[in-house]
């Protein structure tokens, strides 16, 4: 096969922008035009341009190469040449800056920063920046330069997208809105499942009466999943990889024109070809599926033999065990591979589904059949002529919604989780909140919480999204990643396939056992006695009380040690906390250990606002620790000028993305000044203050409005590279 030798076509071993080139090249030297690649890997936001005739033939060409491949996403301002055409282009949110000048002697120069290259102003005869998913050409050869719109509209009219665009794709059709028979075994399903009444409080019921998730504090106390006294569903065993300067965050709020939950479904051939001689595909304007949007897709996919669909059951026999679930997993990754392979009914569509459980059947847990299949049909080059969807009943958060994507689900019918919200509305503990309405705001909330999770990777298209695996696990067993994770970072080992049986076999009998289902409180969010272990539990915090208030070193030694944690199974939370100082040297003498108070201007606080804490506890700390010679930090909130050259003054003032209270008199007060670009607890997410916290005090701090909630930005709106950052700072 000559295709063969054009593999490997992505060098591994290369940064972001060595893999965008290496495909660039592979687009280029198959017969596009370089304009024409990078439109391809690098579209504007075409979803958001007005669906006007001078429009259509620009959003038809987009629109058809997003049949073949899916957006190259992330902040970028991309330089490009085939050895006679230049060009530059920015990508669909135009967060990065792109300059340029053109001369009347013609030099084009461009660049990201204001002032980059001195020019006689008498001799420029065109300046500016290129807006959002904008290019540049110029053509060396005959001194052409080229602006965005004659660029789009040479290549939205070399052919007929509009024509190929309608006979490849299907859009799935209006469905009306969904009314709910409540099956009589939710709770037997909820139970199997590893809902928590726990969760039903906390996070589904606020999503089914407002349509978005709950605001909650910042940080989790908890055991990492590995570490839990608890059981904990699988996802929690992952979490989604961050880089701040050099992938920052989007904001989903002020950046939603640029983002887009859209997504294909069906085969995806050869991208080297053009025409309308393709597989068809299935057009959704959103990952989550309603129940008649399910049915209107099975419908169709029996109606359409170029659609052919294969359900495929993802349980296993209670019978066979915990080894069952291994069996199970070969079972169902095999016949993905037949079903895609078959002669007569290639399936361009794989629905797996757990609904099929019952007293003698239990759910494989959907994230390990997504990841098993996805990553088998990779293996086996088959992944691009199917499109995974699946039918279950495990999703009840975003997170887990967001990790089956990750791992390659292009549709998720949460089919449980809608009947869950909706039984929440029937029987009265949603106010007003009819059983259509609940579910329908779950998927709102759902939506919103997906677009949340992308914004914080840097990535604006649910295309871009799927598949990436931008994850990494802490606590799973190396069989088990081989297995369904291939590539995902997991550096400590940990539970293995058996074990994760046993979890799904204890679930399954509880749901089904002589007793009854019942859902359990494990006190994830809230400490329980006998429950989940929290760090800052009634015992701490009462142990540090009476520190305090008895000013006695011995019950401060013995807070100290209930905070430690070292080697202590039933407290261990995270990794450190299994590990101890051992060493075969000589202690050293005191003489040469640095005085204490040199090693006390080492000392700082972690950053804190006025406003999370309050104004008494705020300015203690900044007194105990200018006493102290160490430094407060003052958080991102302000802090009460009346305080600055005092000893209540925070050496540290933190610049955070909201930019609250921060003004000349603050920054000069400081010894030192913190640029937050993320926190710690929350990467990429920025922060809320209730409308409720903003008291006339706060509000005055933060220049802000009293009962007006106050949002701080995913990024920095002025910081989306690392030249940004070197602007600030300097």
């Known amino acids: 096969n000559q295709i063969d030798l054009l593999k490997p076509v992505i060098d591994d071993s290369g940064s972001d922008s060595a893999m965008l080139d290496n495909v660039l090249e592979l687009l280029v030297h198959s017969g596009r035009s370089l304009p024409h690649a990078i439109a391809m890997l690098a579209p504007e936001a075409w979803e958001m341009l007005p669906d006007t005739p001078e429009n259509r033939a620009r959003r038809d060409f987009y629109a058809y190469h997003a049949t073949l491949m899916e957006p190259w996403d992330g902040p970028a301002a991309l330089v490009f040449s085939d050895g006679r055409t230049v060009g530059i282009t920015l990508d669909r949110n135009g967060l990065r800056p792109m ?95 590893g809902y928590t009444a726990e969760e039903l409080t906390v996070v589904l019921r606020p999503m089914a009466a407002t349509g978005a998730e709950p605001i909650g504090s910042m940080g989790d106390d908890t055991p990492i999943a590995v570490l839990s006294r608890v059981d904990r569903p699988l996802h929690h065993y992952f979490k989604q990889r961050f880089a701040q300067v050099t992938n920052p965050p989007i904001d989903p709020l002020r950046e939603k024109s640029g983002m887009s939950l859209k997504v294909m479904l069906g085969r995806r051939e050869n991208i080297l070809l053009d025409g309308a001689h393709r597989a068809a595909q299935i057009v959704l304007d959103s990952p989550i599926l309603r129940p008649t949007e399910f049915r209107a897709l099975q419908n169709l996919c029996a109606t359409r033999p170029d659609f052919h669909s294969e359900t495929l059951s993802a349980t296993f026999p209670v019978a066979e065990g915990a080894d069952g679930l291994r069996i199970g997993l070969e079972r169902l990754t095999a016949q993905a591979e037949a079903a895609v392979r078959a ?115 840097g990535i604006s298209t649910l295309d871009s999204y799927c598949g990436a695996q931008i994850f990494e696990s802490i606590g799973l067993g190396h069989d088990v ?188 007060a400081a010894k030192e000044l913190q640029i937050k670009m993320a926190q710690g607890s929350k990467p990429g997410e920025g922060g809320h203050l209730p409308g409720h916290k903003v008291t006339a005090e706060i509000a005055a701090l933060r ?16 910081i989306y590279s690392i030249e940004d950052l070197a602007q600030l700072i300097f």
């Open 99 to 193: 300059r340029y000048h053109q001369t009347a002697d013609g030099l084009l120069v461009a660049g990201s920063e204001a002032g980059f290259a001195h020019l006689p102003e008498e001799k420029i005869i065109k300046k500016g920046r290129l807006g959002p998913g904008q290019m540049l050409l110029l053509d060396t050869a005959s001194g052409t330069v080229l602006d965005d719109t004659a660029i789009k509209n040479k290549l939205a009219h070399q052919a007929d997208y509009g024509d190929w665009l309608r006979k490849i794709t299907v859009p799935l059709p209006p469905q009306p809105a969904d009314r709910f028979d409540l099956p009589p075994d939710v709770s037997r399903q909820q139970t199997a499942f």
């Open 343 to 457: 002669a007569d009914t290639r399936a361009a569509i794989l629905l797996l589904s757990d609904r099929a459980i019952d007293a003698d059947t239990a759910p494989i847990p959907i994230l390990l059949a997504v990841g098993a299949v996805h990553h088998r049909l990779i293996k086996t080059g088959l992944r691009s002529l199917t499109s995974i969807v699946v039918e279950t009943g495990a999703v009840h958060d975003v997170h887990h919604l967001a990790t089956l994507i990750g791992y390659g689900a292009e549709a998720v019918h949460p089919y449980l989780a809608l009947a869950t919200a909706a039984k929440l509305a029937s029987d009265g503990k949603l106010k007003q909140v009819s059983p259509v309405q609940a579910a329908e705001n779950l998927v709102r909330a759902l939506k919103k919480g997906l677009l949340k999770i992308m914004s914080k990777a």
């Open 481 to 668: 990643i081989d297995r369904c994770f291939s590539g995902t970072p997991a550096n400590f080992g940990g539970v293995s396939l058996a074990q994760l049986a046993e979890t799904v076999l204890q679930r399954h009998r509880t749901a089904f056992g002589a007793s009854g289902p019942r859902l359990e409180s494990p006190g994830w969010f809230k400490f329980k006695r006998g429950g989940e272990y929290h760090g800052f539990n009634p015992q701490v915090v009462k142990t540090l009380h009476r520190a305090v208030k008895n000013e006695s070193a011995a019950d401060y030694k013995h807070f100290s040690a209930l905070t430690r944690r070292q080697n202590d199974a039933d407290t261990a939370a995270t990794p450190i906390d299994g590990l101890s100082i051992q060493s075969d040297r000589q202690p050293i003498s005191i003489d040469e250990v640095e005085p204490v108070s040199e090693i006390l201007r080492r000392f700082s606080t972690a950053a804190i606002s006025h406003g999370a804490i309050s104004a008494e506890a705020h300015r203690t700390l900044a007194i105990a620790m200018n006493r102290l010679g160490g430094m407060s930090n003052s958080g991102e909130g302000g802090e009460d000028p009346a305080r600055f050259g005092t000893e209540a003054n925070s050496a540290i003032k933190q610049v955070a993305s909201g930019r609250f209270g921060v003004t000349p008199a603050y920054l000069m």
């Open 703 to 718: 220049h802000s409005t009293p009962g007006v909630g106050l949002i701080s930005p995913p990024p920095h709106h002025d």
